[in-house]
Structure formats: C-alpha cells, structure tokens
Nanobody, 114 residues
Framework: QVQLVESGGGLVQAGGSLRLSCVAS????????MGWYRQAPGKQREFVAS???????NYADSVKGRFTISRDNAENSVYLQMNSLKPEDTAVYYC????????WGQGTQVTVSS
C-alpha cells in the first residue's frame, strides 16, 4: 500500500511564504514524476507544479516565479516552496505521484489572508 502524506499548510498573510512537504511510503517502484495540484472552494482541481525523476520542472503560469518545486529521490519526497503568496493561492494542496500508478495525498489546507 502506497501512501502520500502532505504537511506544511497553514494560514499566512499575503506576501508571506510557506513550504509544503510530501513524503511517499510503502511499496514504491520507479517514481517517474511528482507534483502538486490545488483545489479552491467551488473550483476544479488544477495543476500547480511537477518535477520528473531527472528534475525537469513545470509550473502553472499563475505560480511561475513565486513557487519552486524540488524533490529528494532517496527519500521519495517532494517539496513546494511558495513565496509571495496571494489570497487567490488559497486552496487545498494535493501531492501526486506517478509510479507508474497514479497516487494522491489527502491534501493540506493553505489559506492566504489579505
């Protein structure tokens, strides 16, 4: 059984920073990519950022220049450094892993106050 556990969410003022972490555990084989998605109230889940095994990164336009994704392959972990946070970044943030099956975490709440 594979589990993804996110942490690091919370309440922050606009302009502040948060760092999200996601650790995968269980029988994991050949992780191809890991990433972050988010879902705001009343909206569909959307892509935020991803990183491949070779550390190629991809970002949503809305977070480019503010968010940085990284991973620790040895620890099966992925991180999201979020700077210059805006109220519109408020959402539940989900970790995703392709290994090669598709796994999701339970989500962590990020709330940015204006």
């Amino acid at each position: 059984q594979v589990q993804l556990v996110e942490s690091g969410g919370g309440l922050v003022q606009a302009g502040g920073s948060l760092r999200l972490s996601c650790v995968a555990s269980g029988r994991i084989f050949s992780i191809s990519s890991m990433g972050w998605y988010r879902q705001a109230p009343g909206k569909q889940r959307e892509f935020v950022a991803s990183i491949t095994l070779g550390r190629t990164t991809n970002y949503a336009d809305s977070v480019k220049g503010r968010f940085t994704i990284s991973r620790d392959n040895a620890e099966n972990s992925v991180y999201l450094q979020m700077n210059s946070l805006k109220p519109e970044d408020t959402a539940v943030y989900y970790c995703r892993m392709l290994s090669p099956r598709d796994y999701w975490g339970q989500g962590t709440q990020v709330t940015v106050s204006s």
